[in-house]
């Protein structure tokens, strides 16, 4: 059995596992060397505070999307050069395989959690998010899961029958290895967590709004995150048991979707769609509240058309649940069905359109200023209208049969990924970025990496749909280089290049600014709108010393006017004990029992999933029965923290 | 850094039209060579006319907007608290409705006139040719013939070809982008595909889905000749080739990949045993993409299938839902 544990003999991996070794070993080192164990355990490891927790999140996505990031440099380097075997088939496919588990469920979903973390409570007004110890378990299920489906590149076998493993290929007829457990255990364990956290957003939102904030008058970023949330509560509970059957195929032999027994692999390729499609909707939907908000704010203007917006929002995740099949037309399921779905498909281009054109109407007669996150917001508009066109074009069933599976398809659904999520989520991060840590991101760099990115994707991707319509398919590791596809093949390479050079720039950009920054002393970094801006930046632990009162859609601008019109401010309300949560060690330990239970079964090592099975019991009765979790913080401490938050601001 | 920008672009623009008019003619899916990569290829460009409809409009309002309204610009309006206007919110939602609903008429007629199991309208009988995706090769049989090529195919041009398509293991789809639209092959099921070429050429032909390890490989010539070049042909492969055993057979489903080859004479029926091979557990075979105009009696009368057509009906029928 060990025999085949660490995998051997392959420069590529062998470099990846020295430098696992290395890195782990440094950062064990440095830890110890400054003393920051326990720092490390009380003030991250156990937290239960929602802008750590996201912070958390965030820097794990973005370790993500560099593993993701070479992952894609690696494709692009084999299709340029396809005569050279730089990466042999097997490669080849473990590697597109994770890059696509990785980038969506290991890079989208904890950066979009992150931002949830990071601005929710705060626009809403709250202390916390509802349920802060399930949040916490959250993001350390998602972390082990990341992490044992990151493993299996060198330990075992990566999974390599493409990012949603069809049958009868991702069976044990059609993968006998390892890989493909990884693959299940990986997205099982941080789905529960993705899926707790969707619950755990819902109820913050609808429960845990100041008082006045009515449903109509929520930020729209707030709202996005409802419609992503419920979205999620009913989408990811499909993955769950699809990767369960999945598992039992694979385990017991059951036969869900194989066709000896009785079963049928196009069950699985229907349920896994179920929750793809509205998957990609869960994504995207955050983003354009973040667009929303950076609109309004970096054009001085109230957001146009906010009811519009907000059922945009609604029908968009109602209508995702009924697209699924857009996936497999050329399943043959006959034109009534195909016709069907190619209209609900077209329909959720509408409401996605209209919130386009509320977006330039709100930058219409308003003072737009360029600051980062508004040049994304502005570079994502005509990237994703085109992605979102495409998009149309594939949805024209008859002529999705030649679209799909060709690099057209590849290029549509990067362009809304990249240009809509990817962009939407950086313009986030550094809209928050001096929320989370009290300065901005160096604009300079920043102005380098934004262009490096830009140009890089259009580089990259513009070729593709070209390619697509070549007859190139995706997934190829190899071609005749008489089909002419290679010229477009290097371009798209050279752009994928330019975008890991913006990356770099980012990472650059984070390092530079942590070392050279000024202070943000107001805590109104952008001159902002909604309630996050209204409090010191960082966020003390409790967030707001005294809960808003609420009477309008961008409260916190309206606050600033009438108290430049010198309207009488209301007497402040005496201070309070404040009531927080506890931190825990639980979660964490929790997810190191799913962790080994989960490498046990994808071992099939009962001997070790066992015991982690009980672990997870243990660890939830010990949550059930200790009673000591939540404390005050008492009158003084708020006092203090609020006059120091004051005097800095001065 | 604007400077670097300034010289970087155009550069960049210009050696991407280079790219792009230097490859043009390869754009298989643009330049169909026969009835229904025709219809598709309409398709794709009305579609795309009707998305330019708005893309444009959109790309240049978003440029002018963006340019004239930046914040050092104080000579144009300025309205914070314009936030509503009932005209403008019917135009944004009824303006891409309007588009949708022609875009969504388009898409239905030619939905159902190309439904892939639809013979193609001729007044020659159409060429049956069963097509199996293996790992990782495909197998063609021709029942009329009686003989199996792989990786590679030849058939008559100006004549509809009936393609029954099935798989042994994973899921692949059969793709001719000269001659029109992939469908899929799966296991324990037939599926019906028409094509036609109207010129005789050399058509690249690939597996669009991906199944395992060589997938890359399953590239298959198609070769349309005139209808004598094909009779020829036929009885060359019939008097030169070796025979494919069932042994034969299974040794070629093994997986690995294969170079071209013909075979003079298959066993009888081996298409349909290799779709009812995966039916052992339940009795009714699935078999897809029969509209009801097709019918699926005539479609598969000719298949030699000792009384399956009825279970073939009910399969089509279960088909509906799931
Ligand atoms: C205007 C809205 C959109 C329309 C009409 C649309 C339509 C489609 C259609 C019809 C397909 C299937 C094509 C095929 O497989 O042949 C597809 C694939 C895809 N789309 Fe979209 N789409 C839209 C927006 C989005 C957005 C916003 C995202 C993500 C944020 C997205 C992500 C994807 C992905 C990931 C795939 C394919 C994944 C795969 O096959 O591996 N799309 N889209
Ligand atoms: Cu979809
Ligand atoms: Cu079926």
């Known amino acids: 059995m060990f025999g085949t544990f660490f995998i051997t003999g392959d420069p590529l991996i062998l470099g990846a596992q020295v430098s696992i070794g290395l890195v782990s070993l440094a950062a064990i080192f440095i830890v110890t060397y400054f003393k920051k164990w326990k720092w490390l355990w009380t003030e991250w490891i156990t937290t239960v505070d929602h802008k750590k927790i996201g912070i958390m999140y965030i820097l794990a996505a973005i370790l993500m999307l560099f593993r993701g990031g070479v992952d894609a440099l690696l494709i692009r380097t084999q299709l340029a050069l396809p005569h050279l075997e730089f990466l042999h088939a097997g490669h080849y496919n473990a590697i597109f395989t994770t890059h696509g588990v990785i980038m969506i469920l290991f890079m989208a979903m904890p950066f979009m959690f992150g931002l949830f973390n990071i601005a929710v409570p705060l626009q809403i007004g709250a202390r916390d998010v509802a349920y802060p110890y399930l949040n916490s378990l959250s993001f350390w299920l998602f972390f082990i899961g990341a992490m044992l489906f990151n493993i299996s590149f060198v330990i075992g076998g990566s999974p390599d029958a493409g990012w949603l493993a069809y049958p009868p290929l991702s069976e044990l007829s059609g993968s006998p290895g390892i890989g493909q457990n990884f693959y299940i255990w990986g997205i099982q364990i941080s789905g529960i967590g993705s899926l707790a956290s969707g619950i755990n957003f819902v109820a913050t939102i609808l429960k845990m709004r100041a008082p006045g904030m009515k449903l109509m008058r929520m930020p729209m970023f707030t709202w996005s995150v409802l419609a992503s949330s419920l979205t999620i509560m009913f989408a990811f509970p499909i993955l769950t048991v699809t990767m369960a059957m999945l598992f039992l195929d694979r385990f017991l032999g059951a036969h869900f979707f194989t066709l000896d027994g009785g079963g049928n692999p196009m069950m699985y390729v229907n349920l896994i769609w179920m929750w793809g499609h509205p998957e990609v909707y869960i994504v995207i939907l955050p983003a354009f509240g973040i667009f929303s908000d950076i609109v309004s704010t970096f054009a001085k203007k109230k957001l146009f058309g906010y009811k519009s917006m907000v059922f945009a929002l609604m029908s968009i995740s109602i209508l995702s649940f009924f697209t699924w099949l857009h996936h497999f037309f050329t399943m043959g399921s006959g034109a009534d069905v195909n016709a069907f779905f190619a209209i609900t498909t077209m329909v959720i281009a509408i409401p996605t359109g209209v919130k386009v054109f509320n977006w330039l109407f709100t930058l219409y007669k308003g003072r737009i200023n360029f600051s980062q996150p508004m040049l994304w917001t502005i570079a994502f508009i005509p990237c994703f209208v085109i992605g979102g066109m495409t998009g149309v074009m594939l949805a024209v069933a008859p002529a999705d049969f030649q679209f799909h599976n060709s690099y057209f398809l590849i290029a549509h659904f990067h362009q809304v990924l990249i240009g809509g999520v990817v962009f939407g989520y950086f313009a986030g991060m550094y809209y928050w970025w001096p929320k989370m840590f009290g300065f901005k991101l160096d604009e300079k760099i920043g102005k380098w990496a934004f262009w490096f990115w830009n140009i890089g994707f259009y580089v990259c991707f513009m070729p593709q749909y070209a390619l697509g319509l070549m007859g190139m398919t995706r997934r190829f590791n190899n071609y005749d280089t008489d089909l002419g596809w290679l010229p477009l093949n290097i371009v798209s390479t050279v752009g994928a290049f330019i975008m890991g050079l913006g990356f770099l720039f980012q990472i650059w950009q984070i390092v530079y600014s942590l070392r050279n920054h000024k202070k943000e002393k107001t805590g109104d970094a952008w001159d902002g709108r909604s309630l996050e801006w209204s409090i010191p930046s960082p966020a003390p632990m409790y967030n707001f010393a005294r809960l808003p009162q609420v009477s309008s859609q961008d409260e916190w601008w309206e606050e600033k006017e009438r108290r430049a019109a010198g309207v009488p401010v209301e007497p402040a309300q005496p201070l309070e004990p404040i009531h927080m949560p506890k931190n825990s060690g639980i979660p964490f330990i929790a997810s190191i029992f799913w962790f080994i239970f989960g490498f046990g079964l994808v071992w099939d090592w009962l001997w070790m999933a066992i015991p982690g099975f009980i672990g997870i019991v243990v660890t939830l009765f010990a949550r059930s029965f200790s009673f000591d979790t939540d404390y005050y913080i008492p009158v003084d401490e708020v006092r203090r923290s609020e006059e120091a938050a004051l005097k800095g601001a001065k | ?322």
């Open chain 2, 1 to 322: 850094m604007r400077r670097y920008l300034r010289v970087l672009t155009p550069l960049l623009i210009m050696v991407m039209a280079v790219m792009l008019s230097g490859c043009s003619g390869q754009y298989l899916v643009l330049d169909p060579k026969g009835p229904i990569g025709e219809s598709q290829r309409d398709l794709i460009y009305i579609s795309a006319i009707l998305c330019a409809v708005i893309l444009v409009p959109v790309l240049i309002m978003t440029a002018v907007i963006v340019w004239r309204y930046r914040e050092n610009n104080k000579k144009v309006a300025y309205k914070p608290k314009w936030e509503h206007s009932t005209k403008l919110e019917t135009l944004v939602w009824g303006v891409p409705t309007v588009i949708i609903i022609i875009l969504a008429a388009f898409t239905i007629k030619y939905t159902y006139d190309l439904e892939p199991s639809k013979a193609i309208a001729s007044e020659h009988e159409p060429v049956t040719i069963e097509v199996t995706s293996l790992d990782w090769k495909w197998l063609f049989t021709y029942p009329d013939e009686g003989i199996a090529t792989v990786n590679y195919l030849k058939f008559p041009e100006g004549v509809p070809i009936r393609f029954h398509l099935t798989s042994d293991q994973a899921m692949n789809s059969f793709w001719i982008p000269q001659l029109g639209g992939q469908i899929y092959t799966m296991s324990g099921m037939a599926m019906t595909l028409y094509l036609q070429a109207d010129e005789a050429g050399e058509y690249y032909g690939s597996g669009a889905n991906f199944t395992g390890e060589d997938f890359s490989k399953m590239t298959f010539k198609a070769d349309a000749v005139s209808n004598e070049d094909y009779n020829a042909w036929v009885q060359q492969v019939k008097s030169s080739s070796p025979e494919l055993t069932m042994d034969g057979y299974h040794k070629l489903a093994e997986k690995g990949t294969s170079d071209e080859q013909s075979f003079s004479s298959f066993p009888k029926g081996l298409f349909q045993q290799i779709v009812m091979q995966y039916m052992n557990g339940s009795d009714m075979p699935m078999h897809h993409g029969n509209s009801e105009s097709a019918g699926s009696d005539k479609d598969m009368g000719d298949m030699d299938m000792d009384g399956m057509d009825k279970d073939m009906d009910m399969g089509s029928s279960e088909h509906a839902n799931h």
